[in-house]
């Protein structure tokens, strides 16, 4: 593995840094040294305190953002948590005694999760800044061999992203760190569990804005007795197709509204509490204590254990805290919540059994209920109002959550649409978009009852916390490296908790919770026949290797005409020669004069900066002008189409061919393989100092079909410039620097390659069938020939998932009998 910046065939050294920033070293000498010294350590403390106190006004500042983006869902939960809890048979326990239990069960499952989980364990597990299960997985991946990701290299362990978190190696572990990567069924259940959890937020995705919505708009309801509960439906229903009309515009265009909305609904609520605590009945804070938890349960019984249901809407919304965390940082989670939005919770809440243990009659619509008439209109206002926002927060990160599935090679190929030039992780996708509307209005225009809905809702947000608490307690043993006993006395204690709530949530399957079911087992029959699919189908193209003997035996030329341009040869072996290939050399009597097998991977790290994204190798010794080049993104990358791939490909494999000359080990002869050996091309050193002189020129259509004798190629070529005037801006010519030092071996073939991307670049690619041998069983058959093969007719296609430039695009086809 190397990595080593080239400026004209001379590799840059680091220039020593002074302790004061400057570029010479300081020799103090006698007093005047030390007093240079001295003064250079107040200067630093100066400058430590400085960037505490910028340290602090960023958190502040990310804490005030975050309220918008993440607790919109939890803040807009005491909308339609008494109602969810008092349904059902604990209708018979009406009366102040359940109220006070009702409150303190709520109290102590907000400290407890919320509070005590996330704040102060979960948000401590990220990955380069970022949170969610994916995070957690990726984690565990690189620390142990979890990972199903079928093209991993050891060079991919080099990025400086990959060896985050790592704290050396415990022998404590090593036992079941063995067991599981021995056994190939462990990791692919480690693996369905994280698609489960990414599959219920999908759910989530689906229920939230119609729990939220519906919940906020009967607040008319309750004002007046002229709307009636269909007008409540339609009004909601158009609301819905509103919100999801409009995330084509990305919700950075009206994020600025965000915090504002839920700060003021915050600070309403908790205002609105503390009135209705004093007015009502302020002897409510004693339910503070955990003993109304147990005299609710002695005089509740069954019917106490089966509201629980209810009493877990009033943590949903809390995995956003650690799914957003990339858009934000701990610490200003960490202030955020514990004093800012967990206050006010408890308030609320406190202020809502106060006024419900005084007025019983009122629980089905306990908080409008509860607001005093001279605020009604302005509170219910703000609180549709904090219903879109929060609704709006988990559709984003529905849109994420497919983006790294997809990345992960678990969902099939949609279009994926960055919304902002600026902020990571602001992303729309158009399938997901409209299938989320339209489950959601079949959601609401079936059920008509937000008691159901959250019923379902309540599942699935359980399930994502049950899962999370899973896949911590195996961080805190590979990845922190913490003893055994500590990761199970985590586990066994939330999952104690958090399985009293998931088993009164399945109690309600039959009332409503069958929807997140069904929901979440579709999505992950989707990811898992895909997942499937793709690796058999890698699998089949990484045993049908081209042998590089059988390319040796041919020659230089290939045993055909050399053509000259440049070939691009998309696959997904990031080793070794793709079986199309063969195809394509048995039966064309020509083929590009310089060829470079391609391959787009992602690794399990969030991102990879442009100075890691491209490996370049070659294949064959030298005259046969081929090579190789990874491009590597992470699972949170968005593979934008700069326009510059070419140019960049080209400066970075003239940069190979000028480090094979200075780095021996590179061109070592003794070495009987011609692949495997790559190295690190960082694409701001070849755009810094390349070891080619770059002219660049605008040009229209004339210039870019002059070539072209063709009447008919220059038709369809003037036809695609006309619908991409994007990619007509500018032409980058490439020449050759006047240096007489220069190996002559390597000016011929980088003026080969020159020459090569003058006479024009193809894309070629495999258009593949996949299909299940005739001996395999019923099972198999039916996963590939039907599911994966529907799944891969109506997806995106590679090359427009890749940006391929249509026009410059040959498809070669092949049957794959997996």
């Known amino acids: 593995m190397y990595q080593v910046d080239i400026d004209h065939g001379q590799e840059k050294q680091p220039r020593p840094l002074a302790a004061d920033g400057g570029e010479e ?15 250079l350590e107040r200067r630093k403390g100066k400058l430590a305190s400085k960037f505490t106190l910028v340290n602090i006004s960023t958190n502040l500042l990310l804490a005030y953002q975050s309220l918008g983006v993440v607790y919109g869902d939890v803040s807009t939960s005491p909308l339609y948590v008494y109602r969810s809890i008092f349904v059902g048979k604990l209708q018979n326990h009406q009366n102040s005694e359940a109220i006070f239990g009702a409150f303190s069960l709520i109290f102590w499952t907000i400290t407890l999760i919320p509070l005590l989980k996330y704040v102060f364990v979960v948000l401590s597990a990220d990955d380069n800044g970022e949170g969610g299960t994916f995070a957690l997985y990726s984690l565990l991946c690189r620390h142990a061999k979890f990972s199903l990701l079928p093209n991993q290299q050891a060079a991919d362990e080099e990025l400086s ?10 022998t404590a572990c090593l036992p079941l760190k063995r067991f599981l990567e021995k056994h190939k069924k462990s990791r692919t259940v480690l693996l369905i569990v994280v698609l489960l959890g990414a599959c219920m937020v999908i759910g989530d995705g689906v229920l939230t804005p119609a729990m939220s919505v519906i919940s906020s708009i009967s607040g008319i309801q309750a004002a007046t007795e002229h709307l009636s509960h269909g007008g409540v439906l339609l009004l909601s229903c158009i609301i819905l197709v509103g919100l999801f009309a409009l995330q084509h515009s990305g919700t950075h265009r009206v994020g600025f509204l965000f915090a504002p909305i839920v700060t003021i609904w915050l600070i309403s609520i908790f205002v609105i509490g503390l009135y209705n605590t004093i007015f009502w009945n302020p ?7 955990p003993y109304y938890i147990i005299k609710f349960f002695k005089e509740t019984g069954k019917d106490g254990w089966i509201s629980l249901g209810g009493v877990l809407l009033s943590i949903a919304g809390t995995e956003a805290m650690f799914a957003d965390l990339g858009h934000f940082t701990a610490s200003s989670m960490r202030i955020a919540f514990p004093f800012f939005v967990y206050p006010c919770l408890v308030v609320q809440y406190m202020g809502q059994a106060a006024f419900l243990s005084k007025n019983i009659a009122s629980i089905p619509n306990s908080f409008y209920n509860s607001i005093p008439d001279i605020v009604y209109w302005p509170v219910f206002v703000i609180a549709t109002l904090a219903a879109i926002v929060g609704s709006q927060a988990v559709i984003t990160a529905t849109f994420s959550i497919v983006k790294q599935c997809n990345a992960l090679g678990c969902f099939p ?4 649409v960055h919304t902002s030039k600026h902020i990571k992780g602001q992303i729309y ?4 978009n409209w299938i989320l509307m339209i489950l959601t209005l079949a959601v609401a225009v079936g059920f008509q009852d937000t008691t159901l809905i959250g019923n379902a809702y309540g599942l699935a947000c359980m399930t994502v916390m049950f899962i999370t608490t899973f896949l911590m307690a195996l961080v805190i ?3 922190w490296q913490r003893s055994v006993a500590l990761a199970t006395s985590f586990l066994l204690l939330f999952w104690l908790i958090e399985g009293v709530y998931l088993s009164s949530a399945f109690i309600k399957i039959p009332q409503g919770g069958w929807v997140s079911l069904v929901l979440s087992f579709v999505f992950l029959a989707i990811m898992f026949v895909w997942h499937y699919g793709t690796r058999k189908k890698y699998n089949f193209d990484l045993h049908n290797k081209v042998p590089l003997k059988w390319l040796l035996g041919l020659g230089p030329s290939l045993g055909i005409v050399r053509v000259p341009g440049i070939g691009l040869i998309y696959s997904e072996l990031a080793t070794g020669v793709p079986s199309i290939f063969s195809h394509f050399v048995t039966n064309l009597p020509a083929f590009h004069s310089v060829l470079v097998f391609v391959c787009v991977k992602s690794v399990p790290v969030p991102f990879v900066s442009p100075e890691e994204r491209f490996l370049i190798g070659r294949i064959c010794p030298r005259p046969y002008r081929m090579y190789r080049c990874i491009v590597r993104y992470g699972y949170k990358d968005i593979q934008r189409d700069d326009g510059n791939f070419e140019d960049l490909l080209i400066q970075s494999i003239a940069e190979f061919i000028q480090m094979e000359a200075v780095e021996p080990q590179l061109s070592s002869s003794e070495s009987p393989s011609f692949d495997g050996r790559m190295a690190v091309i960082s694409t701001r050193s070849v755009q810094s100092g390349s070891t080619l002189l770059v002219s660049e020129e605008d040009f229209g259509i004339s210039n870019s079909i002059q070539s072209s004798k063709s009447l008919t190629l220059q038709s369809l070529r003037s036809a695609y410039d006309d619908e991409n005037p994007q990619m007509r801006r500018r032409r980058v010519r490439f020449r050759l620097p006047e240096n007489p030092g220069m190996d002559p071996a390597v000016r011929d073939e980088l003026s080969d390659l020159i020459q090569a991307k003058e006479a024009g670049v193809a894309y070629i690619m495999g258009h593949s069938y996949v299909k299940a041998r005739r001996s395999s069983s019923f099972l198999k058959k039916l996963v590939i020939d039907i599911g994966y093969s529907f799944l891969r007719k109506n997806c995106r296609g590679p090359a427009v998932a890749l940006n391929i430039p249509h026009i410059s695009l040959i498809e070669v086809g092949m049957i794959y009998y997996v």
């Open 161 to 170: 992203a990959y060896k985050y978190g790592f704290s050396g190696q415990s």
């Open 283 to 289: 002897k409510i804070v004693s339910a503070l204590s």
């Open 429 to 432: 996708v158009p399938e997901i």
């Open 413 to 416: 190929r949609v279009k994926i």
């Open 477 to 479: 043993i590979f990845v």
């Open 25 to 39: 070293s300081i020799h103090a000498v006698g007093q005047e040294g030390m007093a240079q010294q001295t003064h």
